[in-house]
Each structure stands twice: as C-alpha cells, then as structure tokens.
C-alpha cells in the first residue's frame, strides 16, 4: 500500500516573502474572523447570509477541487479573489427565496441545478462585501505599524471572473454552518478568499506591529548585549594515544587520565579557560581566564 501524499499538509511558502512575519498570520485571521463574523450577525449582513453563522476562518493552502468559480475584485492593496461552495450558494437562495412549507424540502444537488442570473449578483455581491473587510483589516493593521495610508481607489471596483490561486498562492479558508446544523453531519459549507502577492505583502506589512509588540518592551529596556544568547561549549580534557594504542583498546581498560582546566569554546573557538569544581553532584565551571 502507498504511503498517503501529506505534501498538502504544508504551506509552500513564496520565496519573495521569506523573512516576514508569516508566524503572525492567525492573528490576522482572528480578526478577520471576527469582522466577518460581527458582518454576518448584523442587520445587514442577515440579509444576504441569513443565519448562517461561521465557524472557522484561516490561512490554508488553495483549494484543489473542481468545479469552483473564482470571482476577482481589485482593492486599494491589491486584488482578492473569492470562490463559493455551490450548495453555500444555493441554500443562501432557498433560505432567501425558497418556498415556505412545513414540508421538509430534500437536499438540491448543485449538479442538476442550473445557474441563475440571481445566483451570480449574490456570489457578485457576497464577494464584495468580503474584499471590503478584507481592506479595511489590511488598513487597521497598517495604521497599527505606522505604515502611510494608501488612499481609496474611488468608486467600488467590479467584480469579475479571476483565475484559481497557484499553489504557492495565500488564501484564506472560512467554515459556515446552516441554521440549526450540527457537526455531527454534512452541515458545513466554505468559501475561500485568495490573496494576490501585493495585497499578501500588505497583511504581512501590518503585522510588523505585532511583531514588535512582541519584543519591543524588552529591547528598549536591555541592551543589546544582554539580549543575545550564545552557546558555550566545555572541553573537561583531552588526550594524545597513538593509533596503535587505540586499536589495541579493549572492553575493562583504563585510560588514565588527569583533569587540570577546562577549555571553553565558541563555535570551536578558544576564548577561555576554567577551573572544574563539583557542586551539589554536578560539575561545574569556575574561574574563568581569557586564553591566550
């Protein structure tokens, strides 16, 4: 039996972002999260997504799967594209504009269903209204980092057909759930929002106050050689034998030896030398010499 692809498991990362604040990502998504979430629960917002109410929300690798329709909108930092599950799309319009029965109605199978125009104009409308607090996440965190604001690109871009992400694309994975549903059973629908490298550069970019955040206290009250760590290394002794002696070796003997001090090492660099002394069972290094 094969052994199964894991490769999927793992982000692969985009060479032009190395050495940014990646590790910092859940936490823009948190907040997107609960944006999102805020959106969704609001008068407004229950119009388009009725009571439906998400379940989880972050940066994952794209999608693979068929069949999705990606739809692009261009921000003040970039473009975003946004692909629904059919039967998301579907259930928003029955529960919108299904027919009112105490009849359990069966399950539609978005395969044998035939897509409308209204069914466009909600995923053209639901689409946008995520690229815009997807912006205004992106502009929060920016003005958190002191980055410079970017000024509004006028009038709400349109919303067109886009290409799927490439697989070392960015893009965000949301989880909703039906009214009522449990997750026990098949009640959960996604959408996913992919992010272009400019508007990707910009959430790492408003992260950096995160990542300052982090250290910040500590760096402005240690200097900085009190905050770099650096490994020691102890050479107790050392002992010159031939090579015969060696291979003459045997299991019981002895190699007598005598411990004087003790070299400490840099990368297998000398820099000082120690006195080994013996403190509550273990060994210990004391009296320190610069080396010559």
Partial sequence: MNPPDRSRDFQVLDPCLLG???HLLPRFAARLAEALGAAMAS?????????????SLAF???????????????????????????????????????????VQAPPRDPVFERV???????????????AAL?????????AAA??????????????????????????????????????????????????????????????????????????????LASSLTVKLDGRLLSKEITLATLFDLAVGDVIPVSVGRADVLLDESRLFTASVAEHKGKLCLTCFEDAE
């Fill in 20 to 22: 940014r604040p990646v």
């Fill in 43 to 55: 008068p407004a917002g229950r119009r388009y997504w009725g009571a439906w109410r998400l379940v």
């Fill in 134 to 142: 997807l912006d205004a996440r992106v502009a929060a965190g920016l």
């Fill in 146 to 223: 002191g980055a410079p604001a970017v000024a509004p690109a006028g009038a709400p871009a349109g919303v067109a057909p886009a290409s799927a992400p490439g697989k070392a694309g960015w893009v965000i994975r949301a989880v909703l759930r039906a009214p009522g549903g449990d997750a026990a059973v098949n009640a959960d629908s996604q959408l996913w929002i992919g992010l272009d490298h400019d508007l990707m550069a910009h959430v790492l970019q408003g992260l950096m106050a995160d990542k300052g955040s982090v250290r910040g206290v500590r760096a402005r009250s240690e200097p």
């Fill in 116 to 130: 409308t125009a209204t069914e466009e104009r909600l995923a053209a409308t639901l689409t946008q209204q995520l």
């Fill in 60 to 102: 994952e690798r794209a999608p693979e799967q068929g069949g999705l329709r990606w739809l692009g909108v261009g921000g003040a930092y970039g473009n975003a594209a946004v692909a629904f599950e059919r039967r998301l799309l579907l259930a928003l319009l029955e529960g919108r504009y299904g027919r009112r029965t105490s």
